[in-house]
């Protein structure tokens, strides 16, 4: 069985950071993408990064230059860096990764980030 395991999520005052990290467990083998999504309460779950098993990163619009991603291989490990955040980036964000052999999406449980002051 797989799990996903997140951890960081919090609350910050605007212009603080954060620093999301998701842990693969179990029989889990041929890791394609890992990313995280995140969605604002009323809104649609929305991608937020994304990392291929080679290191190539895309990013959503709205966090380009402020969020980074990374992820280890030999740990099955994706983390996300979170800087100058927004009230706009209060949203639940959903560690996920994809499995190619067989293809298969696996989700965290999800992990609340609330900027406010």
């Known amino acids: 069985q797989v799990q996903l395991v997140e951890s960081g999520g919090g609350r910050v005052q605007p212009g603080g950071s954060l620093r999301l990290s998701c842990a693969a467990s179990g029989s889990i083998f041929n890791i394609g993408l890992m990313g995280w999504y995140r969605q604002a309460p009323g809104k649609q779950r929305e991608l937020v990064a994304r990392?291929?098993?080679?290191?190539?990163?895309t990013y959503a619009d709205p966090v380009k230059g402020r969020f980074t991603l990374s992820r280890d291989n030999a740990k099955n490990m994706v983390d996300l860096q979170m800087n100058s955040l927004k009230p706009d980036d209060t949203a639940v964000y959903y560690c996920?990764?994809?499995?190619?052999?067989?293809?298969?999406?696996?989700w965290g449980q999800g992990t609340q980030v609330t900027v406010s002051s």
């Open positions: 996920y990764v994809n499995q190619l052999t067989p293809v298969r999406t696996y």
């Open positions: 990392i291929s098993s080679s290191g190539i990163t």
